[in-house]
T-cell receptor, first 114, second 114 residues
Framework: AQSVTQLGSHVSVSEGALVLLRCNYS??????LFWYVQYPNQGLQLLLK??????LVKGINGFEAEFKKSETSFHLTKPSAHMSDAAEYFC????????????FGAGTRLAVHP | KAGVTQTPRYLIKTRGQQVTLSCSPI?????VSWYQQTPGQGLQFLFE???????NKGNFPGRFSGRQFSNSRSEMNVSTLELGDSALYLC?????????????FGPGTRLLVL
């Protein structure tokens, strides 16, 4: 069965600091992995996705993530946090044959302080 | 291109009532998925419709049902509402051709059951 674990329900960083949000997955078949962001009172917006083309994936707003099969991880990073990055971030997994059933992690709320 | 739209945005119902939520996908998209988001359970997959057929279903009771019309618009219905059904209901659309495709989310319908 597929599952996603996001370590740390709350992460706080200073503006300009590195952002690191952790995601580990469990899947018995090759996964497709996604990071979504949710701002208050809004839906989910795709940041980036891994679909086996390249292990280092670049997304919008300066975010990137690296797929590491040996560690079953797909951590999200951004070199320099901006105040506008404050939001909730969700890691999700699906797989070929799973059609569009996304399995989400519990989410990490990112706070950015001056 | 217009994004995914959901109506209504907010809804207040009482226990025992039923409710119907609507989702209009991005033009050309044939797959619509529904998710429930609550503080306690997080984001959970309800079901997916593709070309008017339910293709995938999550672990929700039969009170939760859905359908898709020939123009790909989808509705979900919850009968005999319970307090625990209070949640943000999100729909997402994609072309539906493969599991790795991006799902685009609407802003959600926030349902409050009193």
């Amino acid at each position: 069965a597929q599952s996603v674990t996001q370590l740390g329900s709350h992460v706080s960083v200073s503006e300009g600091a590195l952002v690191l949000l952790r995601c580990n997955y469990s899947s018995s078949v090759p996964p497709y992995l996604f990071w979504y962001v949710q701002y208050p009172n809004q839906g989910l917006q795709l940041l980036l996705k891994y679909t086996s083309a390249a292990t280092l994936v670049k997304g919008i707003n300066g975010f990137e993530a690296e797929f590491k099969k040996s560690e079953t991880s797909f951590h999200l990073t951004k070199p320099s946090a901006h105040m506008s990055d404050a939001a909730e971030y969700f890691c999700a997994v699906t797989f070929s044959g799973g059609y569009n059933k996304l399995i989400f992690g519990a989410g990490t709320r990112l706070a950015v302080h001056p | 291109k217009a994004g995914v739209t959901q109506t209504p945005r907010y809804l207040i119902k009482t226990r025992g009532q039923q409710v119907t939520l609507s989702c209009s996908p991005i033009s050309g998209h044939r797959s619509v998925s529904w998710y429930q988001q609550t503080p306690g359970q997080g984001l959970q997959f309800l079901f997916e419709y593709f070309s008017e057929t339910q293709r995938n279903k999550g672990n929700f009771p039969g009170r939760f049902s859905g359908r898709q019309f020939s123009n790909s618009r989808s509705e979900m219905n919850v009968s005999t509402l319970e307090l625990g059904d209070s949640a943000l209901y999100l729909c997402a659309s994609s072309s539906g051709l493969a599991g790795q495709e991006t799902q685009y989310f609407g802003p959600g319908t926030r349902l409050l059951v009193l």
